[in-house]
């Protein structure tokens, strides 16, 4: 388990897949991989209370602001401020080859 400093919990289980999927994306030959997580929960409207996420792989850490970066576990993740906004003091979690976000 790993606490992020904007408070986010990562679970041992994410951690793994993020470690396993790191090294997938370095043998395809990305020599910078980031992960970029992107999480939405709705406040209003008629998807209100519904939470979508989003996990991509792009390269390149050096343009992207310092403060929406984290490394964990050897894995640099990037994070916008409203995403490190929704997701703090929640845990995430790789459950059933799936991302969990308890609500």
Same mark, same amino acid.
């Given at each position: ?18 470690? @396993?999927?790191? @090294?997938? +994306?370095?043998? &395809?030959?990305?020599?910078?991989? !980031? !992960? ?6 709705? @406040?209003? /409207?008629?998807? $209100?209370?519904? @939470?979508?996420?989003? &996990? ?15 490394? !964990? $576990? /050897? !894995? ?8 490190? +906004? $929704? &997701? ?9 080859? +799936? ?5």
């Amino acid at each position: 388990m790993e606490k992020l400093r904007c408070g986010t919990i990562l679970m041992d289980r994410f951690l793994e897949f993020l470690k @396993a999927e790191d @090294a997938r +994306q370095r043998s &395809l030959g990305s020599s910078d991989p !980031v !992960v970029i997580l992107e999480y939405v929960k709705c @406040a209003e /409207g008629f998807r $209100a209370g519904q @939470a979508f996420w989003s &996990l991509m792989w792009a390269r390149g850490s050096r343009e992207r602001q310092d403060w929406c970066l984290f490394e !964990v $576990a /050897g !894995v640099t993740i990037y994070m916008s401020r409203q995403t490190q +906004q $929704a &997701l703090k003091w929640k845990h995430i979690d790789y459950i059933d080859n +799936q991302i969990f976000v308890p609500s």
